[in-house]
């Protein structure tokens, strides 16, 4: 069984920085990955890091990094944040394989966690 819990979200002015965190209770699996969602918008993937590579959005590509602190645990730096990356950020995995989806797709990832806020302001 997985299950995943994000931590970290808050409020930040623009230009500020933020770093989430996610908690599983196993790291069987070898990918993990962040997306987000904003009022009235699809969840859209923003990073995922499996055993070899990284894998950014353009949306924040040279803004946010992604890593693995321990077996059990990732995070995301994010740098440079701006009004339009508020939304509710989630952690998730697809548990199964060796390795990330081609596409960070939200289709591809049954675990999810329950998310944490961010919100950036003017």
């Known amino acids: 069984q997985v299950q995943l819990v994000e931590s970290g979200g808050g409020s930040v002015q623009a230009g500020g920085s933020l770093r989430l965190s996610c908690t599983a209770s196993?790291?069987?699996?070898?990918?993990m990955a962040w997306f987000r969602q904003a009022p009235g918008k699809e969840r859209e993937g923003l990073a995922a890091?499996?055993?070899?590579?990284t894998r950014y959005a353009d949306s924040v590509k040279g803004r946010f990094t992604i890593s693995k602190d321990n077996a059990n645990t990732m995070s995301m730096q994010m740098n440079s944040l701006k009004p339009e990356d508020t939304a509710m950020y989630y952690c998730?995995?697809?548990?199964?394989?060796?390795?990330?989806?081609?596409?960070?797709?939200?289709?591809?990832?049954?675990?999810w966690g329950q998310g944490t806020q961010v919100t950036v302001s003017s």
């Open positions: 890091i499996d055993l070899t590579a």
């Open positions: 196993k790291f069987m699996f070898n990918c």
């Open positions: 998730a995995t697809p548990a199964l394989g060796s390795g990330c989806p081609a596409r960070i797709d939200a289709g591809a990832f049954p675990y």
